[in-house]
């Protein structure tokens, strides 16, 4: 049995190298075929993995509450001419505020966590080095929602939380560039005018340039962390009434200074306990913040989470139309090669005849041309393979998009590919196994 099958095979390959060109021409089909499939699961595992990576970074479950500064409101008074300017409502809102995290916390069920942050933009020197950075008030909520670890060091302490302590938490690229030859822990950095204790570092998060524009992030590894209190007090807080500003508000008249920063915080995220309830927590925060803010709507509220999927969900019916794609292209392969199988059929029935002739069984003569339907479809599905490896790695090279290669796409692809060839090879085997001897070998 063994040794038909051999001999079988070696007649499929002499047939199938006689005729290089058209063997080739007959797997085009399946050729590009499992390239598409490998290139487009490549991209669309890439895809996934990057989303996955930027829910990562923005948090799980998360709402984020985030105030619009530059903002007016109020009735357009055609009589000030081309630019015009703002009459009826004033602003009364307070802006986003310590009573909005008080309220959230005490009056909406379904919130695990919440997490105030303050941001400062401010200058941080140590032994003759200077450089601008952010400064972050922050509590520890912060650092559980945001899922950043401790290289070293502790977090802060309820002292240090209550009584507005001067320490701080720095970034992995802070320690590079400030502490590179010693320990940060319990050394000192001057953070704006004031000098902070360094009581832990961060570990260092991988953030791409294309995830900090799609999010809307910074680079976290340069930021210094501080506790809110000491921000408040030590820094700033927006909502105190303070002696610049009451100068500011004499030197600009009875302007109204509707770009001025008049929030307390900078960014306010909520972690909700269930994925299914964050559309509507979002919408009761959203009417409890107006009614807070005057009916002033100087807030944003996004949840990353969802905009992600949604994203996500845009990407894989792109990679679903690319599957098709290469679908119609295995199967136009597919055709391909029963067409020419079927005109070498035609081709070489005397060749069928003589066999029979001599011997050879209808399943002989199957074998024969189901073999070589089968060499040309590995061999398509082979190179293939090759093609489409080689043009994932030039779409993550090129085109900056990034694509992960599994064994799963390879295996899929290759796995088609040959099932093509069997399930398309079958009907020219049979009509070459159904000729008859006699009649084979008298055609012209």
């Known amino acids: 049995m063994l040794q038909k099958v051999l001999s079988n095979l070696s007649i499929a390959s002499e047939a199938v190298l006689s005729n290089k060109i058209r063997s080739v021409l007959t797997a085009l089909g399946i050729i590009f075929g499992v390239a598409a499939v490998i290139a487009m699961m490549a991209i669309g595992s890439g895809a996934q993995q990057e989303i996955l990576e930027q829910i990562e970074l923005v948090g799980v479950n998360n709402i984020v509450i985030t105030p619009i500064v530059e903002q007016s409101e109020g009735e357009l008074d055609e009589t000030a001419g081309a630019v015009g300017t703002q009459k009826g409502k004033k602003n009364l809102s307070l802006g986003l505020n310590f009573m909005d995290v008080e309220s959230i916390k005490n009056m909406i069920p379904g919130i695990d966590m919440v997490s105030p942050e303050i ?62 030859r010693e320990e940060p822990i319990g050394k000192y950095i001057k953070v704006g005018r004031h000098w902070l204790k360094v009581i832990g570092v961060l570990e260092e998060r991988i953030i791409s340039d294309k995830s900090m524009s799609n999010l809307g992030i910074r680079d976290y590894n340069m930021d210094i962390y501080t506790p809110l209190s000491t921000a408040l007090v030590r820094y700033e807080n927006r909502a105190m009434v303070t002696n610049s500003l009451i100068q500011q508000a004499r030197m600009s008249g009875n302007q109204e200074k509707s770009n001025a920063n008049y929030h307390q915080l900078d960014r306010l995220v909520l972690k909700v306990s269930n994925t299914a309830q964050m559309n509507s927590i979002a919408q009761v925060v959203s009417k409890m913040l107006k009614r807070k803010h005057s009916q002033v709507v100087d807030y944003e509220i996004s949840i990353p989470e969802l905009l992600l999927k949604q994203q996500q969900r845009t990407k894989n019916i792109f990679n679903f139309v690319l599957g098709g794609i290469a679908g119609i292209s295995l199967l136009v392969g597919g055709i391909g090669i029963m067409n020419i199988m079927l005109a070498s059929v035609m081709e070489r029935i005397k060749e069928i005849g003589l066999r029979m002739s001599l011997g050879a069984t209808r399943l002989d003569i199957v074998c024969q041309f189901l073999l070589e339907a089968i060499m040309i479809s590995f061999s398509g599905g082979a190179i293939g393979v090759l093609l489409g490896l080689i043009a994932a790695f030039g779409i993550a090279e090129l085109a900056e998009i990034p694509t992960i290669v599994s064994p799963f796409s390879i295996l899929l692809s290759f796995g088609v590919a040959v099932t093509v060839g069997i399930i398309f090879g079958i009907a020219p085997a049979k009509r070459a196994a159904n000729q008859d001897p006699i009649t084979s070998l008298r055609y012209e």
């Open 119 to 180: 941001v400062l933009e401010t200058e941080v020197s140590r032994q003759g080095f200077r450089r601008t950075a952010k400064l972050v008030g922050v509590e520890n909520t912060y650092f559980e929602i945001s899922g950043f670890e401790l290289n070293e060091g502790e977090y802060f302490n309820k002292e240090h939380l209550k009584k507005g302590v001067p320490v701080c938490i720095i970034g992995k690229a802070i320690k590079s560039k400030f502490f590179s």
